[in-house]
């Protein structure tokens, strides 16, 4: 029996409509199941990012430093890394707040437009970057997939050509309606 593609997606500074594109993959998940172990994702119960990864969808900018952290991890442990969607791709929506700089955003959300509760969360939050990044600013980015959210067809082809070792083409995006 082949081995199955060990397969991880993840999501950093985005707001999860790339995965739930990815679940409209609907009855298409089956076939992939045939193919790959999904060995980390919020759609499974894995805690900790493994190693030796074969392709990581990684999902939104990096906003935070620990999302710092998490894309040298994940780098690190994967063969193809895949910058999934127009945030990875672009920061895209997280990067709206670049002009403005951490400190007058937090405290235009967080003081400004509070009025029960101002103060502006210092334990168990992340540190926020100065600025949002997409993912190629930090690590090299192996595929970039673009769209917000990349169509399910679009996902559904990238992941099929990947599994067979091929370089999807990406310059057509509109036939997948994206
Ligand atoms: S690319 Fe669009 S759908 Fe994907 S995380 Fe960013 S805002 Fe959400």
Redesign the pocket.
Known sequence: MTEKIRLATI?LD?????H??FLDIDQRMLELAEKVEIVYSPLVDAKEFPENVDITLV???LGTDEDIQKIKKIRENTRLLVA?????VTA???SMRNPFGADATLKKVYLEHESLNQQIPSEGVPALLPQALPLHQMVKVDLFVP????SADTIFYTLSELIEGRVPDLTTLSRFGA
């Open positions: 999501w985005g707001c999860s409509g790339c739930m594109s999902e939104g900018a999934f969607g127009d945030c990875a895209n929506i997280p769209g917000c959210p990349p």
